[in-house]
């Protein structure tokens, strides 16, 4: 390697961790094993994507409780805003920008999304919706 | 002579009755939770309430019903529902170890096992006055949201506030 060929490499390294969406291992790791699912379940699936998941977020769905159709119904439209549980407790954002230690911890990802895709939804969600979801907001 | 022992009991009680009204005329206290399971998963999506204020029998009818909470789906680990409910028994209102439980069972029916809190007579005599505007109001949204008025409520001090 030319050392003009080693400070681009380094160069490349340097940029490629200085991207604050690459800074956490534990989020990277939960999207991994998401990822690894969705390919499992549809060996053509090609990626998460925060559109997807943001249409996911916003969508009025049915099946599940009419009280709570939607992920705003509780979390509100504005992923950086304060949400609400049906009870009247406060819900921190779900905004990685605003809460950082959204979606670090598998136990509790997986634990909220059974709960709330039953309860929004009737269903569990899949893999690439789980994914598309936290992509989305990690980018909020 | 007779009646001195009369008099001063009257005299005392009216004393007593003076002193203790405030007590006698609304909120509770009660210990604070002090599992920390029961608090964090109890109180995720409301405040994790008074185990004094529902019977046993009312207690095992919600842990074993979490896929449906009240219109929510909160199930748990089963490890993690097992201490929840072990707490919860250990300290219900009709628990044996419980202090001054009883004025929280006190109407509730044998035969009835209440799923809310705000079913009890306790809770309905302590609420009589408050309006359902009150109740609905942006800042409370429930019943269910006692720390709106008791500030206290998470330590276990419902006081009557403004």
Redesign the interface.
């Known amino acids: 390697m030319t050392p003009a060929r080693f400070c681009l490499a380094l160069l490349a390294t340097t940029l490629l961790f200085a991207q604050p969406s690459f800074a956490e291992p534990a989020r990277d790791a939960i999207l991994g094993q998401l990822a690894a699912e969705a390919k499992q379940a549809n060996p053509a699936f090609a990626g998460f994507s925060a559109e997807r998941g943001q249409q996911f977020w916003q969508a009025v769905h049915t099946g599940g409780?009419a009280?709570?159709p939607s992920c705003t119904s509780c979390h509100t439209k504005d992923p950086t805003a304060e949400g609400?549980?049906?009870?009247?407790?406060a819900i921190a954002p779900m905004a990685v920008s605003r809460t950082p230690e959204r979606f670090t911890d598998a136990a509790k990802v997986a634990?909220w999304f059974?709960?709330?895709c039953?309860?929004v939804l009737g269903r569990a969600c899949s893999a690439v919706e789980k994914g598309d979801i936290i992509t989305y907001l990690s980018a909020q | 002579m007779r009646l001195l022992p009369t008099s001063l009991f009257a005299a005392g009680f009216l004393c007593l009755a003076a002193t203790v009204p405030a007590r006698a005329e609304g909120g509770a206290t009660v210990p604070p939770i002090d599992n920390p399971v029961v608090q964090k998963e109890c109180g995720a999506c409301h405040m994790a309430y008074a185990p004094q204020m529902l019977p046993t029998r009312s207690w095992q009818a919600i842990m074993g019903n979490l896929g449906d909470h009240f219109g929510e789906n909160a199930s748990l680990p089963a490890s993690d529902g097992a201490t929840i409910l072990a707490y919860l028994v250990a300290h219900a209102g009709d628990a044996p170890s419980t202090a001054n439980g009883r004025r929280f069972m006190r109407g509730i029916p044998a035969d009835a096992t209440p799923l809310r809190i705000t079913d009890t007579r306790f809770w309905k005599r302590g609420h009589n006055e408050i309006s359902a505007a009150s109740f609905g109001a942006p800042n409370v949204k429930s019943k269910a949201n006692c720390v709106a008025c008791h500030s206290g409520a998470a330590a276990g001090q419902y006081g009557e506030e403004e």
């Open positions: 409780r009280e709570t609400r549980s049906r009870a009247g407790k634990k059974e709960r709330n039953n309860t």
